[in-house]
């Protein structure tokens, strides 16, 4: 019993102390995973606290600060959207934009389904940068799909040759280094009117105790100005301005009165030594206005345009003085930020300020204008199609504002940032910024001496050779017409001894060419040119011979006001009882219209549809419109006519060709007669 006792028992004792190291051993290991996952949720919640520190300093305009703490999140293996947005974007809206694209690359793979469109135009950007061109290309295909009308996407589809273009502009400045440049800032240079260049600068703010600006953490801008030397190329040794301009914060852009009395700058939203914030608790910036007194700038003023709740900088004086051009993020703005201007008046108050509009304006960012004596408007912009960054385009003063703008080519545009061209259009010599690689820091001031006018206008050539479609023999001394749109006559010339001609045309535009010769068909030919610089259109034109039974006008005479039908002995066009369908009858003698009007490119005719007098007037004046616009409907789809050349009128019952009024009973012949259309010459 006791054997079987103690057996028991020791297998019972055995057991337990399995049991018993199983308990502890689960109970170690359960420790250690409960231990994990405590360390493992600290290191969330400590993540999320960096996170939520990283996007309260990036909400601040403090990218670098964020951009410490999401890349250290990023390396521990901590990716959302949010986090890979916010990463790029401390690149990109810094000017580093060759570093973002590793981060747009990630963040436009993993999150294509739900991303904001914008990323995928600041990844095209970052990808210009360094000059994936290709591959930024079909991000913006990407863009158009998403965006359709943006104005960024239909320039980008209106110049797909925009490299083509660039070339073709390229080339007309020749660059030089500048030994003002320090290792800070340099850019937004301007001439005043004493000989001199007056440009930002934070090169005097590099001690232990300088105060950074959180944006960038580079030190605060001055103004500064260096004369210019005799060989107006280089520039002596820069010093501070004089007076009250300057202070701790922001002082950039400048422009200057033609007598060099007053100063338009650009500063930080600080006035009477007090530092103003917006709604959102951000410094934006302001345009103020000094006098020079005894060779001091003071009184400055802020203009009464600014605001606390938006940016106005960079101004630039009109040569007359009568406007000032800035940039500025206000109400209206289409973009990032737009050009606008505000009339200067006599009295030295200002008007609203006016958004220069969609051929200027994108919704990407437009900045640092600079309107020469010229009128000629330069500006730096992300939303026309450049080679990356913030590129330099032209714009040239029309009747109603500027033309579309002109990318300004290499060398003065590269894949980075360029931007703040101002030129002295006698000398042909000016200054521009850029952060492009071989500077002396992060932006650089460049001189540069033009030798090339600009392609400002888009030109296109037609030309080709009038020939005979029967024997294929070119037909010498053909005459040809260029007209616009509205048909109006704005070229001709005469095709030469081998039937050639040429007319030059502007891009976008719609054209009608007409070639005519004796004992030969006129003919004419629209077409539409497209906005690729330079190209020729080849355009031969065939011409049939007249043969003998044609009908020729140029055998009858005609007048302005006489009636088609009847000079062509054409049976009249009627139509039935309260019906405006163009009948087969009808089809035959509209045909007859159509011919005469291709072989006669000039003609021009007027429809007049009429009714009989049965109905009301009101009844009656309706369907005289509709059998009108019936009758041009046919000829212009049917034949194939340019619409301006038929224009049509509605008399309802007012022309009766007989007395068929409603009081005088007459046979459906003689109310037919009153149902027709005429074909009344007015060109």
């Not at 103690?6 to 004792?13: G, N, Q």
């Not at 040809?480 to 040429?502: F, H, P, Q, R, W």
């Not at 906005?531 to 055998?555: C, M, Q, R, W």
Request: hydrophobic share 35%; net charge negative; proline share 2%.
């Amino acid at each position: 019993m006791k054997a079987n006792f103690y057996i028991k028992h020791w297998v019972d004792l055995k057991n337990y102390v399995t049991i018993s190291l199983q308990f502890f051993e689960n109970y170690r290991v359960i420790s250690l995973i409960l231990l994990a996952l405590l360390s493992s949720n600290l290191k969330a919640q400590d993540q999320e606290k960096q996170l939520t520190k990283a996007d309260q300093s990036f909400k601040a305009f403090a990218y670098i600060d964020a951009r410490a703490i999401y890349l250290d999140v990023a390396q521990q293996g901590y990716v959302t959207q949010n986090l890979l947005q916010k990463l790029a974007d401390s690149y990109y809206l810094t000017g580093e934009l060759e570093d973002s694209v590793i981060w747009y690359e990630k963040l436009t793979q993993a999150y294509a389904v739900d991303l904001d469109p914008e990323y995928l135009f600041r990844y095209a950007q970052s990808l210009k940068s360094v000059e994936r061109y290709k591959e930024a290309d079909v991000i913006m295909e990407k863009f158009i799909t998403i965006t359709g009308n943006d104005k960024r996407a239909k320039s980008f589809i209106n110049k797909r040759n925009y490299l083509d273009f660039i070339e073709m502009q390229s080339g007309r400045y020749d660059l030089f280094k500048l030994s003002i440049n320090s290792e800070n800032s340099e850019y937004a240079p301007s001439f005043d009117h004493d000989s001199q260049i007056v440009f930002a600068s934070s090169r005097s703010k590099t001690t232990k105790n300088s105060k950074l600006h959180s944006w960038n953490k580079m030190p605060f801008l001055d103004i500064f100005s260096s004369k210019i030397k005799e060989d107006q190329m280089t520039l002596e040794e820069p010093t501070k301005l004089k007076g009250k301009i300057n202070t701790k914060y922001h002082e950039s852009s400048t422009t200057f009165s033609k007598d060099g009395k007053t100063i338009y700058f650009s500063r930080n939203n600080y006035t009477k030594n007090k530092l103003e914030t917006s709604k959102k608790g951000v410094v934006l910036l302001k345009i103020y206005k000094a006098s020079l007194i005894d060779g001091k700038w003071i009184d400055i003023q802020e203009l009464p345009f600014c605001s606390n709740n938006y940016s106005v900088s960079h101004p630039s004086l009109s040569a007359d003085g009568t406007k000032l051009y800035f940039a500025s993020d206000m109400p209206g703005t289409l973009g990032k930020s737009d050009v606008f201007f505000v009339d200067i008046y006599e009295d030295g108050k200002y008007g609203e300020p006016k958004n220069l509009g969609d051929k200027i304006n994108t919704e990407g960012r437009e900045t640092f204008p600079y309107i020469s004596d010229s009128n000629r408007l330069y500006f730096a912009s992300d939303g026309h199609v450049g080679l990356g960054g913030l590129d330099i385009f032209v714009a040239i003063p029309e009747t109603s504002g500027f033309s579309t703008a002109f990318n300004v080519g290499k060398p003065v545009n590269s894949s980075k940032d360029d931007f703040s061209f101002v030129l002295n259009e006698e000398t042909k010599i000016g200054y521009f910024a850029s952060n492009r690689k071989g500077g002396k820091g992060n932006d650089d001031i460049y001189s540069f001496k033009q030798t090339q006018e600009l392609i400002t206008s888009c030109k296109q050539y037609i030309e080709g050779v009038v020939f005979n479609t029967e024997t294929n023999e070119s037909i010498a001394n053909a005459d040809l017409k260029l007209l616009d749109s509205n048909g109006t006559t704005i070229g001709e010339t005469k095709a030469n001894s081998l039937g050639v001609y040429k007319f030059e045309v502007e891009c976008n535009t719609e054209y009608f060419i007409k070639a005519s010769s004796n004992q030969f068909h006129p003919k004419e030919i629209t077409l539409n040119t497209d906005d690729i610089f330079e190209y020729v259109h080849d355009l031969s034109i065939p011409l049939n011979a007249s043969k003998d039974g044609d009908v020729l006008l140029t055998s009858v005479a005609i007048n302005i006001g006489d009636d088609l039908s009847e000079t062509l002995q054409m049976d009249p066009i009627h139509f039935r009882l309260n019906d405006s369908l163009i009948n087969p009858e009808a089809e035959v003698e509209l045909q007859k219209i159509i011919t005469t009007l291709k072989k006669y490119p000039d003609l021009k005719i007027e429809v007049r549809s009429h009714t009989d007098s049965r109905s009301s007037y009101w009844y009656n004046k309706k369907l005289s419109v509709q059998r009108m616009r019936a009758t041009i409907q046919y000829i212009v789809e049917k034949g194939d006519i340019y619409w301006r050349r038929v224009r049509g009128k509605a008399y309802g019952e007012r022309r009766l060709l007989n007395n068929c009024t409603d009081d005088v009973p007459c046979t459906e012949e003689q109310h037919q007669e009153n149902r027709r259309s005429e074909f009344i010459i007015i060109e």
